[in-house]
Nanobody, 120 residues
């Protein structure tokens, strides 16, 4: 199984981007997005599982995660982007337990990452 992320780019603050992640198979129960800024730990952004969605506090209300099961595709709609959102964004898949759904360790498979840069 592979994950292929795309959709990153350079955008001005206040702008929008949509990230896409295509899975070669639908094998896992949970899919999520994480991001990593230079010099920082990889951090949770959002996840979708069993029809539920969870978000980090920093993106809640601005980002929307969705999943098209027919196309094995995961999306992250990002609105009102801020310079602090600048990072490499990774999609991930796995079968995390409740307490690991927002941690990198809860996910088994990772995409290659796509760069998002928000200018002020």
């Amino acid at each position: 199984v592979q994950l292929q992320a795309s959709g990153g780019g350079l955008v001005q603050a206040g702008g929008s981007l949509r990230l896409t992640c295509v899975a070669s198979e639908r094998t896992y129960r949970s899919y999520g997005w994480f991001r990593q800024a230079p010099g920082k730990e990889r951090e949770f952004v959002a996840a979708v599982f069993s029809g539920n969605r969870i978000y980090s506090q920093s993106v809640k209300g601005r980002f929307t995660i969705s999943r098209d099961n027919a196309r094995n595709t995961l999306y992250l709609e990002m609105n009102t982007l801020k310079p602090g959102d600048t990072a490499v964004y990774f999609c991930a898949a796995g079968n995390p337990i409740l307490t690991t759904r927002d941690t990198p360790g809860g996910y088994r498979l990772w995409g290659q990452g796509t760069q998002v840069t928000v200018s002020s």
